[in-house]
């Protein structure tokens, strides 16, 4: 299984990597996944990627393309449980703490992305993409 976390600038992103302190970053990043995929016993580590534009970011390939955003009225959950076979791949979005920008959203949705809404409460920036990771493992656990 190919599983990658991958950072991404946005118009509201607060913190920035600098290109001096890039690789220390991301090697940071992948011994903390790694930790964390061992400590669950995973099968696979998945990597880190990035820092990378947005708009670059949409242009990677995926099977199925979601960008979680506030004002979203499709929920994440309903999303995968309406689909009639498992997607080959999967791509997230999660946005910085200021959320994405309309015209991000925008950008997303021009290049195939489906607007999904984690729920009511609006989730910070480290904790959504642990919700995605929870929700995606508990659809995936119902297919076997």
């Given at each position: 299984?190919?599983?990658?976390?991958?950072?991404?600038?946005?118009?509201?992103?607060?913190?920035?990597?600098?290109?001096?302190?890039?690789?220390s970053k991301l090697l940071r990043y992948q011994k903390i996944i790694k930790n964390a995929a061992m400590q669950s016993k995973r099968d696979f580590i998945p990597q880190v990627l990035g820092p990378m534009a947005?708009?670059?970011?949409?242009?990677?390939?995926?099977?199925?393309?979601?960008?979680?955003?506030?004002?979203?009225?499709?929920?994440?959950?309903?999303?995968?449980?309406?689909?009639?076979?498992?997607?080959?791949?999967?791509?997230?979005?999660?946005?910085?703490?200021?959320?994405?920008?309309?015209?991000?959203?925008?950008?997303?949705?021009?290049?195939?992305?489906?607007?999904?809404?984690?729920?009511?409460?609006?989730?910070?920036?480290?904790?959504?993409?642990?919700?995605?990771?929870?929700?995606?493992?508990?659809?995936?656990?119902?297919?076997?």
């Amino acid at each position: 299984m190919n599983s990658a976390f991958i950072l991404v600038e946005t118009e509201r992103s607060i913190a920035k990597i600098t290109k001096d302190k890039e690789a220390s970053k991301l090697l940071r990043y992948q011994k903390i996944i790694k930790n964390a995929a061992m400590q669950s016993k995973r099968d696979f580590i998945p990597q880190v990627l990035g820092p990378m534009a947005l708009k670059d970011a949409l242009l990677l390939p995926s099977t199925l393309k979601l960008m979680a955003h506030e004002k979203a009225t499709l929920p994440f959950a309903k999303m995968l449980l309406d689909l009639k076979e498992e997607p080959a791949t999967l791509s997230v979005l999660v946005g910085p703490e200021g959320g994405f920008s309309e015209s991000e959203v925008k950008l997303a949705e021009d290049a195939g992305y489906h607007i999904i809404s984690f729920g009511k409460t609006i989730l910070r920036s480290e904790t959504a993409p642990l919700y995605a990771l929870s929700v995606i493992n508990n659809y995936k656990e119902g297919l076997k």
